[in-house]
């Protein structure tokens, strides 16, 4: 499996169109596509599902379909991340639906690297919700924080 990610601090210089054009491009091609929409701003998810889904999907409450409803255990503190939805949108091509309620995520994101450094055991579980490809070392690490 291959991973691409696609980012810019920037907003408005062509992250999601692109994102959506690729998928589509190489869902055609005969490709299994997941496109993951891990931006709060969710717009690629907007564009990929009707108005109708999204309000299934975004009910007032929880949103287990969700990525935010996949990280909430680690949100919450109460463990790690959930199995996660992938929508079908077309032949190859799924989403794992973006929410706009991911923006709670973003302090715990940018605190977390620093708290790995300090070794707290919960930070690397949440590192590891974007890094889900690391190495077995660090995976390793990721599970037993070394105790000298
Ligand atoms: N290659 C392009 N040429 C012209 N306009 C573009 C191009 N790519 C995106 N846009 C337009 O630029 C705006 C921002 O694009 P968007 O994909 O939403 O950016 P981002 O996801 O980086 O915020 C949209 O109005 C989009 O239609
Ligand atoms: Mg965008």
């Excluded at 990610?5 to 596509?33: C, D, I, P, R």
């Excluded at 717009?43 to 949103?63: F, I, K, M, Q």
């Excluded at 989403?95 to 940018?110: I, M, N, R």
Aim: glycine content about 8%; some cysteine.
């Amino acid at each position: 499996m291959r991973t691409i990610a696609f980012f810019n601090n920037k907003g408005g210089v062509g992250k999601t169109t692109l994102v959506q054009h690729l998928a589509w491009m190489y869902a055609e091609l005969g490709l299994s596509v997941v496109a993951a929409d891990l931006d709060p701003q969710a717009n690629l998810s907007a564009v990929l599902l009707d108005e109708d889904r999204l309000e299934c999907l975004w009910p007032d409450g929880d949103h287990p379909d969700s990525v935010l409803g996949a990280v909430s255990p680690i949100l919450r503190g109460l463990g790690d991340i959930r199995e996660l939805h992938v929508e079908e949108i077309a032949p190859n091509l799924g989403l794992v639906v973006g929410d706009l309620g991911l923006s709670a995520f973003e302090a715990k994101l940018s605190s977390a690297w620093p708290d790995c450094l300090s070794r707290d055991e919960s930070a690397f579980r949440i590192e590891s919700v974007v890094s889900p490809h690391r190495s077995p070392r660090r995976r390793q690490a990721g599970r037993r924080p070394r105790s000298d």
